[in-house]
């Protein structure tokens, strides 16, 4: 049984999945996949990662519900009362695109709530251990959004935004006992996310001329995770091909 | 409830590495653990597991001596 686990949200596709790959590949980590609706492609994530050896098992829990995350953790903790979460990465979101001047209460909020109170429901449960532990990694996917803004995602920029904020001051309050804090800001990556832009016109505006695959994306999140990372904290690291720095 | 204060002040020798001679009720607690404010998590984690009561950052604004402390703790033992 292993008892160091990595927790990353949203991890059934996408760059989530990609980074319960790259972990299981460098690491002996119990890979903990979130996943909030697609059980399905949460399965084949697992297969993944324990095709690398590494244990996994699959966790249903939405990010912004505070209860199902404390109760689902809880409930973890219960069964494997030796284990800890050595790694939180906090890579759920969701986007709500459209012009702030239409834009509903419910589209702004669902997009703050995910990835904000997202960030404070998982960060505020797995960090009491990594305290008592004198060690700990968090990496939150942040985007270029919440860093330059973009039109069309007032919302998603905000709630990324906030979270880089949030990543800053934390790593700062929590530095002294090895715990960093650090943000990956994508800009456009072949995800289902991205699924709708024309990869084709967009990609001329990339000085990279091509968008990012995730698992360039999940290489950075794996290196902020390792010990190597030890002295960078309160970061936020883009990764977007040239298109803002 | 002496019985709980000597296994807390057993506890906080072992977790903070003080001299057990500096621990009286006079004392002030922050500065005789030498804590920071991350430390309390220690600290709660170490009263939990041996009263079941777990303190809270309230408790911790009444409590400046070691009596301060052994008072909240028996209060809230009693509480429970």
């Known amino acids: 049984m292993a008892l160091k686990y990595a927790l990353i949200t949203g991890g059934s596709r996408g760059i989530g999945r990609a980074v319960c790959e790259v972990l299981a590949e460098n690491t002996d980590y119990g890979i903990i996949i979130n996943y909030s609706s697609n059980k399905e492609a949460a399965l084949e994530t697992k297969k993944l990662v324990e095709a690398h050896g590494n244990q996994a098992e699959i966790m249903a829990f939405d990010v912004a519900d505070k209860k199902a995350v404390d109760d689902s953790l809880n409930a973890w903790q219960e069964r494997n009362p030796d284990a800890w979460i050595e790694v939180l990465v906090n890579n759920a979101g969701i986007t709500k695109d459209g012009l702030f001047m239409w834009m509903k209460e419910e589209d702004w909020s669902s997009v703050v709530n995910t990835s904000l109170n997202g960030f404070y429901n998982l960060s505020q449960f797995v960090i009491q251990k990594m305290l008592r532990k004198r060690y700990g990694r968090i990496v939150n996917m942040v985007s270029v959004s919440g860093v330059k803004g973009t039109a069309g995602q007032v919302n998603y920029s905000a709630a990324k935004g906030a979270v880089v904020a949030a990543t800053k001051a934390l790593g700062q309050e929590v530095a002294k006992r090895n715990i960093t804090v650090n943000a990956v800001a994508p800009g456009f990556i072949k995800t289902d996310m991205t699924e709708e832009i024309n990869e084709k016109e967009m990609a001329k505006l990339v000085p990279a001329n091509r968008f990012g695959e995730a698992r360039e994306v999940a290489d950075l999140v794996a290196f902020l995770t390792s010990k190597k990372a030890s002295y960078i904290t309160g970061e936020v690291i883009n990764i977007n091909g040239g298109i803002y720095s | ?80």
């Open chain 2, 1 to 80: 409830m002496n019985e709980i204060i000597e296994q807390v002040n057993e506890v906080l020798v072992d977790e903070f590495e003080v001299e057990a001679e500096t621990i009286t009720p006079e004392a002030n607690l922050r500065e005789t653990l030498d804590l920071d404010s991350l430390d309390y998590v220690d600290l709660v984690v170490a009263i939990e597991s041996i009263s079941g009561v777990k303190l809270g950052e309230e408790d911790f604004k009444s409590i400046e001596s070691f009596k301060d402390f052994y008072g909240v703790l028996e209060s809230k033992i009693q509480e429970k």
